[in-house]
T-cell receptor
């Protein structure tokens, strides 16, 4: 199983600023994803981070608001831009191998509070 | 479109009781995969089990067991002799083969509280 770390683990930010979250996997993986978990809610997929190309965003999420990078097979970043209090959530990175049968492993999450 | 429903928002039991967490799914695909994850208070999701749509055999792992029934589109999770450490939010999730959508669709989760 892959071990995933995220930085920062939590942050408190001011409205209008941006925060970049880093996700590091201890081994090369084919697929990486970013999810959002709003307080007391389930997980919602933001986007699939594609290595060497633009991320694939889910309905309701746009690149200008959530730019994603994935320069290699072990690392990805998610930026939450021009933040508002509604962006206060836990952001989770996950990774797994190609194929819907393979389980995804999750990072510990980044707890973001926007004031 | 795919959907996962966990109707039980919160369950509270006393230690050593058995508890079943329900999961009902919807999909148009004939090949799909079901998962259960545990999210303890620390926040990290822990993978528990996966099942593919062609394997209806129930599985037991220690105090955990899973009952997959295609006829009712359910994939229920039972904890036998619950312990305080089982207190967490449990998510059921689905992925499909046909759509190629590799990411998981999660249910809303069931918060389990095990009282000592």
């Amino acid at each position: 199983s892959a071990v995933i770390s995220q930085k920062p683990s939590r942050d408190i930010c001011q409205r209008g600023t941006s925060l970049t979250i880093q996700c590091q996997v201890d081994s090369q993986v084919t697929m990486m994803f970013w999810y959002r978990q709003q307080p007391g809610q389930s997980l919602t997929l933001i986007a699939t981070a594609n290595q060497g190309s633009e991320a694939t965003y889910e309905s309701g999420f746009v690149i200008d608001k959530f730019p994603i990078s994935r320069p290699n097979l072990t690392f990805s970043t998610l930026t939450v831009s021009n933040m508002s209090p509604e962006d206060s959530s836990i952001y989770l990175c996950s990774a797994g191998e190609q194929g819907p049968y393979n389980e995804q492993f999750f990072g510990p999450g980044t707890r973001l509070t926007v004031l | 479109a795919q959907k996962v429903t966990q109707a039980q928002t919160e369950i509270s039991v006393v230690e050593k009781e058995d508890v079943t967490l329900d999961c009902v799914y919807e999909t148009r695909d004939t090949t799909y995969y079901l998962f259960w994850y545990k999210q303890p208070p620390s926040g990290e999701l822990v993978f528990l089990i996966r099942r593919n749509s062609f394997d209806e055999q129930n599985e037991i792992s220690g105090r955990y067991s899973w009952n997959f029934q295609k006829s009712t589109s359910s994939f229920n999770f039972t904890i036998t002799a619950s312990q305080v450490v089982d207190s967490a939010v449990y998510f059921c999730a689905l992925s499909e083969k046909r759509t190629g959508r590799r990411a998981l669709t999660f249910g809303s989760g069931t918060r389990l509280q095990v009282q000592p």
